[in-house]
């Protein structure tokens, strides 16, 4: 299964490489501006009058974006009464996933843990987005909440680099289809 | 207390910068030469394994997974250790003539650097460690038959030794600092911000000891879980919790990639005002922006743990907030401030300043990166993928690495009177930004597409972004090339004109401008033009402090008490608890004396015994916990009890020798020796 790129990743990407390349811009602007002789009072004047609301609109940036992620942590809360548990295992190099299989529209709890080193359980659908992460830690229990909807065969890569044979440490689970 | 000479008007830094400019003193030269000389050399070296790797994962190379991940170990810890090695150069170079900094401080902490990245270099070379510089517990210990006990040790040992170099370097900073400025909240610019002082110290004696700070709270995590690997490694029954030992990686590993920035920060507040020919003062704004940074350098490292979920909902939060804020100051004072004052103001472009000046967007481009990653629910998807390897290397390279190279450059400019061609230069920076910005430019677009990070061999139909990485790569590799031609000439030209410099004058007659050779006005060299300053105190002065002390022996007293150490009996970490608290009595048993006067002035001075004690006998403390070692002397209860005095008299002895290194740093030194006591206690399980 190959990888593709999900549509949050392409919005996510698509305002950093705006971001980028306004900023390359400024850079560019002020270096050409760098040659040319402004009164430092001046330069005082408006900069500072400029920094104050530089600084506002980073702060309002900041408490919409904090706020805003609030509503979407990938946190389970609760138990896990009305999901489907996946008990998943990680060891160098394998993934073990009871049960390997669940009806498309289950609302899935992953209980991850590690039997040795640190690993991270990474996600892919059937069409290849990476969907979600969670590690997989020695003598820790991760709980991950799903819905997944999307019948097909999920790709499990490792996201945590554990070793000798970590780029080839896949696994797969299988949403079938109602 | 500037007491270095003006320097005369260079043809290379504005010629208003000369009112402003101190001339560099013959030891802050060779001191910047040689640290910017290795840390160019190894980030060389490994660039060039980085290219083998990018190689590799491109299928243009054939590097085995095994040797892969070696070389990616040593890019790791060697490219922090280089730049960081330079940069402490840098800022060394542009404090020492306000801060006196001592040079048998430095050259010890560049010998323990430099032995420690050669550590490091043979245990992932020959040793064949591979587990990540990042080396997330127990991944050394689960070397699937890849790397011996040795390279292990030895890989643990060099990152102690390059910890201790940055611990002595850091403890200088503060001590340094706080004893010319007259203590630390005057060194922070806190009494000038609540407007009970008209001056504030520099804006670099600031933010050193900002990073200073921060830099030996990193080492303490840093040193506190190398030494329990380390004891785990000769001892099978150690066992490690895997959330807290990451907790201590990251605060350690996150944090001193991080400072190498504020390091350079603190350089470049008086590199960039030399080539605007505007000064960079201190102002309440920066003061409160730097107080800002020194709680948010600290915090900021739990992102790495996001994904975590048994990492507290709470600490979450609180990392999303402070990765957030940690880039506010950045943004708002450092980056900002440096375009205003090149805004405008004929700024000079030699080769330094074109690269100081092109290293700030990399921060800004590379932080904005950094920071969409740091939002929790992108996190998600984000996590451990090749946008993060994106990230951090825009700005190590496209920020660090150019400033590295700017600081040799500015001090090759500086003595030699000259720069490169205008031509030169424009290839040199046209082949850093392409290559870099370009090889970069493939990890985000790969990381949005969910390419894992640290894969020796890509998944199915994406090498191709491995292969355009490379080429770029090879672009960025022609770029630092280019710059180090140029560097050449500059560096001859500097040896010729080693005992004089090129000044600037203009023909009152004609206005045009030319340059004479003229004496080099050698700064007083002499103790009286930057005296070690005379205020440095004890730890604990007047009666109600050594009262305070006593009281918390008498406290500690307590981990004594058969029943307490009976209870601790019930668990390795209470165990382990325990004897923190008996480190702990014997750090404040060793504090009282020292800082009792008649003690103190029969121990003398001593700031390098005192420096020498309050490291290794923390490490110490924390080696003798492994079983393997103190089983053998608790078979009897007396022994037991013995063996409980020598953690005691380890605290003492660090107690002791926190007492020499003044009021700030011993008080320092004392806390974080009973930090790392806590740490490892929390770490360390039984098997």
């Given at each position: 299964?190959?990888?593709?790129?999900?549509?949050?990743?392409?919005?996510?990407?698509?305002?950093?490489?705006?971001?980028?390349?306004?900023?390359?811009?400024?850079?560019?602007?002020?270096?050409?501006?760098?040659?040319?002789?402004?009164?430092?009072?001046?330069?005082?004047?408006?900069?500072?009058?400029?920094?104050?609301?530089?600084?506002?609109?980073?702060?309002?940036?900041?408490?919409?974006?904090?706020?805003?992620?609030?509503?979407?942590?990938?946190?389970?809360?609760?138990?896990?009464?009305?999901?489907?548990?996946?008990?998943?295992?990680?060891?160098?190099?394998?993934?073990?996933?009871?049960?390997?299989?669940?009806?498309?529209?289950?609302?899935?709890?992953?209980?991850?843990?590690?039997?040795?080193?640190?690993?991270?359980?990474?996600?892919?659908?059937?069409?290849?987005?990476?969907?979600?992460?969670?590690?997989?830690?020695?003598?820790?229990?991760?709980?991950?909440?799903?819905?997944?909807?999307?019948?097909?065969?999920?790709?499990?890569?490792?996201?945590?680099?554990?070793?000798?044979?970590?780029?080839?440490?896949?696994?797969?689970?299988?949403?079938?289809?109602? | 207390?500037?007491?270095?000479?003006?320097?005369?008007?260079?043809?290379?830094?504005?010629?208003?910068?000369?009112?402003?400019?101190?001339?560099?003193?013959?030891?802050?030269?060779?001191?910047?030469?040689?640290?910017?000389?290795?840390?160019?050399?190894?980030?060389?070296?490994?660039?060039?394994?980085?290219?083998?790797?990018?190689?590799?994962?491109?299928?243009?190379?054939?590097?085995?997974?095994?040797?892969?991940?070696?070389?990616?170990?040593?890019?790791?810890?060697?490219?922090?250790?280089?730049?960081?090695?330079?940069?402490?150069?840098?800022?060394?170079?542009?404090?020492?003539?306000?801060?006196?900094?001592?040079?048998?401080?430095?050259?010890?902490?560049?010998?323990?650097?430099?032995?420690?990245?050669?550590?490091?270099?043979?245990?992932?070379?020959?040793?064949?460690?591979?587990?990540?510089?990042?080396?997330?517990?127990?991944?050394?210990?689960?070397?699937?038959?890849?790397?011996?006990?040795?390279?292990?040790?030895?890989?643990?040992?060099?990152?102690?030794?390059?910890?201790?170099?940055?611990?002595?370097?850091?403890?200088?900073?503060?001590?340094?600092?706080?004893?010319?400025?007259?203590?630390?909240?005057?060194?922070?610019?806190?009494?000038?911000?609540?407007?009970?002082?008209?001056?504030?110290?520099?804006?670099?004696?600031?933010?050193?000891?900002?990073?200073?700070?921060?830099?030996?709270?990193?080492?303490?995590?840093?040193?506190?879980?190398?030494?329990?690997?380390?004891?785990?490694?000769?001892?099978?029954?150690?066992?490690?919790?895997?959330?807290?030992?990451?907790?201590?990686?990251?605060?350690?590993?996150?944090?001193?990639?991080?400072?190498?920035?504020?390091?350079?920060?603190?350089?470049?507040?008086?590199?960039?005002?030399?080539?605007?020919?505007?000064?960079?003062?201190?102002?309440?704004?920066?003061?409160?922006?730097?107080?800002?940074?020194?709680?948010?350098?600290?915090?900021?490292?739990?992102?790495?743990?996001?994904?975590?979920?048994?990492?507290?909902?709470?600490?979450?939060?609180?990392?999303?907030?402070?990765?957030?804020?940690?880039?506010?100051?950045?943004?708002?004072?450092?980056?900002?401030?440096?375009?205003?004052?090149?805004?405008?103001?004929?700024?000079?472009?030699?080769?330094?300043?074109?690269?100081?000046?092109?290293?700030?967007?990399?921060?800004?481009?590379?932080?904005?990166?950094?920071?969409?990653?740091?939002?929790?629910?992108?996190?998600?998807?984000?996590?451990?993928?090749?946008?993060?390897?994106?990230?951090?290397?825009?700005?190590?390279?496209?920020?660090?690495?150019?400033?590295?190279?700017?600081?040799?450059?500015?001090?090759?400019?500086?003595?030699?009177?000259?720069?490169?061609?205008?031509?030169?230069?424009?290839?040199?920076?046209?082949?850093?930004?392409?290559?870099?910005?370009?090889?970069?430019?493939?990890?985000?677009?790969?990381?949005?597409?969910?390419?894992?990070?640290?894969?020796?061999?890509?998944?199915?139909?994406?090498?191709?972004?491995?292969?355009?990485?490379?080429?770029?790569?090879?672009?960025?590799?022609?770029?630092?090339?280019?710059?180090?031609?140029?560097?050449?000439?500059?560096?001859?030209?500097?040896?010729?004109?080693?005992?004089?410099?090129?000044?600037?004058?203009?023909?009152?007659?004609?206005?045009?401008?030319?340059?004479?050779?003229?004496?080099?006005?050698?700064?007083?060299?002499?103790?009286?033009?930057?005296?070690?300053?005379?205020?440095?105190?004890?730890?604990l002065?007047?009666?109600?402090?050594?009262?305070?002390g006593l009281?918390i022996c008498i406290?500690a007293l307590?981990?004594?008490?058969?029943?307490?150490?009976?209870?601790?009996?019930?668990?390795?970490?209470?165990?382990?608890?325990?004897?923190?608290?008996h480190f702990l009595l014997g750090i404040m048993a060793g504090l009282l004396l020292g800082s009792t006067?008649?003690i103190?002035?029969?121990?003398?001075?001593?700031?390098?015994?005192?420096?020498?004690?309050?490291?290794?006998?923390?490490?110490?403390?924390?080696?003798?916990?492994?079983?393997?070692?103190?089983?053998?002397?608790?078979?009897?209860?007396?022994?037991?009890?013995?063996?409980?005095l020598?953690?005691a008299s380890c605290g003492l002895v660090a107690g002791l020798?926190?007492t020499?290194?003044?009021?700030?740093?011993?008080?320092?030194?004392a806390?974080?020796?009973?930090?790392?006591?806590?740490?490892?206690?929390?770490?360390?399980?039984?098997?």
């Open positions: 299964m190959s990888l593709h790129y999900g549509d949050p990743q392409i919005a996510i990407a698509a305002v950093f490489a705006a971001l980028a390349f306004l900023l390359a811009g400024v850079f560019l602007v002020i270096g050409v501006q760098a040659g040319s002789e402004v009164a430092f009072e001046r330069v005082h004047r408006v900069g500072y009058w400029l920094r104050k609301r530089w600084l506002v609109l980073l702060l309002v940036v900041g408490v919409l974006a904090v706020g805003i992620s609030l509503f979407d942590l990938p946190y389970a809360s609760g138990n896990a009464a009305g999901r489907t548990v996946v008990k998943v295992t990680a060891g160098q190099f394998f993934w073990s996933l009871v049960p390997g299989q669940v009806p498309a529209g289950t609302q899935v709890r992953f209980d991850v843990t590690s039997v040795d080193v640190n690993h991270g359980f990474g996600l892919y659908d059937p069409r290849g987005h990476l969907i979600g992460s969670v590690q997989a830690m020695p003598g820790y229990h991760n709980d991950l909440d799903l819905n997944l909807t999307e019948p097909g065969v999920y790709r499990i890569r490792c996201l945590e680099y554990c070793g000798l044979n970590h780029s080839t440490m896949d696994g797969s689970f299988t949403v079938v289809g109602r | 207390m500037e007491a270095a000479t003006a320097a005369p008007a260079s043809p290379v830094i504005h010629p208003r910068a000369a009112a402003f400019t101190v001339e560099a003193r013959g030891i802050e030269r060779r001191i910047g030469l040689l640290f910017a000389g290795t840390g160019i050399a190894l980030v060389a070296l490994l660039g060039v394994f980085g290219l083998l790797m990018r190689l590799t994962q491109a299928t243009v190379l054939g590097l085995s997974p095994a040797w892969f991940y070696r070389l990616m170990t040593l890019h790791g810890a060697g490219m922090i250790t280089g730049t960081l090695l330079a940069m402490m150069g840098a800022l060394w170079y542009v404090l020492h003539a306000s801060v006196p900094l001592r040079t048998g401080r430095m050259l010890a902490s560049y010998a323990l650097v430099v032995t420690g990245a050669l550590c490091v270099l043979v245990a992932t070379l020959f040793g064949g460690f591979g587990a990540g510089w990042t080396f997330l517990p127990p991944l050394p210990f689960y070397p699937a038959g890849q790397w011996p006990v040795w390279s292990e040790s030895l890989f643990f040992v060099g990152l102690l030794l390059v910890g201790s170099g940055f611990f002595v370097y850091c403890i200088d900073v503060l001590e340094q600092t706080t004893a010319t400025y007259g203590g630390l909240v005057r060194t922070l610019g806190w009494q000038f911000l609540r407007g009970r002082e008209d001056e504030a110290p520099p804006p670099q004696a600031i933010a050193a000891t900002v990073v200073a700070i921060d830099g030996l709270l990193a080492m303490a995590s840093g040193t506190a879980i190398v030494v329990g690997l380390l004891g785990r490694t000769y001892d099978a029954g150690v066992g490690i919790n895997a959330l807290v030992a990451k907790n201590l990686v990251f605060f350690f590993g996150h944090s001193i990639a991080n400072l190498v920035l504020y390091l350079a920060a603190a350089a470049i507040y008086v590199l960039i005002p030399r080539y605007a020919g505007r000064p960079y003062q201190t102002t309440k704004v920066f003061v409160a922006g730097w107080a800002a940074s020194l709680v948010f350098i600290a915090t900021a490292y739990s992102h790495h743990l996001y994904m975590d979920f048994v990492q507290p909902t709470w600490a979450e939060i609180g990392s999303e907030i402070a990765s957030y804020a940690a880039v506010i100051p950045v943004a708002v004072i450092t980056i900002y401030s440096m375009a205003m004052l090149v805004w405008g103001s004929r700024y000079r472009w030699t080769l330094a300043s074109t690269l100081l000046y092109v290293g700030l967007a990399g921060w800004a481009i590379g932080g904005t990166g950094a920071v969409i990653d740091s939002i929790i629910p992108i996190n998600f998807r984000f996590h451990n993928t090749v946008w993060v390897v994106a990230h951090f290397h825009t700005y190590l390279m496209m920020t660090v690495v150019l400033w590295v190279l700017a600081f040799l450059a500015h001090l090759l400019e500086r003595d030699s009177g000259i720069t490169s061609s205008r031509a030169a230069r424009a290839w040199t920076i046209g082949l850093l930004l392409v290559g870099g910005y370009g090889l970069t430019g493939t990890w985000f677009v790969g990381g949005a597409l969910g390419i894992p990070r640290r894969y020796a061999i890509q998944p199915a139909g994406t090498s191709g972004y491995s292969l355009v990485g490379s080429i770029f790569a090879l672009l960025f590799a022609l770029g630092f090339l280019a710059c180090l031609a140029q560097l050449a000439p500059l560096a001859r030209a500097a040896w010729k004109r080693r005992r004089h410099v090129l000044v600037e004058h203009m023909d009152s007659w004609t206005g045009t401008r030319y340059t004479r050779p003229a004496p080099r006005a050698e700064a007083d060299p002499s103790p009286a033009a930057n005296p070690t300053p005379p205020r440095r105190g004890v730890p002065t007047g009666p109600a402090q050594l009262g305070l009281a406290v307590a981990a004594f008490f058969p029943q307490v150490v009976d209870a601790s009996e019930a668990s390795t970490r209470y165990h382990h608890l325990d004897h923190a608290g006067p008649a103190s002035r029969r121990l003398g001075e001593r700031p390098t015994l005192g420096l020498a004690a309050v490291l290794a006998a923390p490490v110490l403390m924390m080696l003798v916990m492994v079983p393997r070692f103190y089983e053998p002397l608790e078979r009897h209860p007396f022994e037991h009890a013995l063996y409980h020598a953690m020798g926190a020499r290194l003044g009021l700030v740093a011993g008080r320092f030194a806390f974080l020796a009973v930090g790392m006591a806590l740490m490892f206690a929390a770490a360390m399980t039984g098997a």
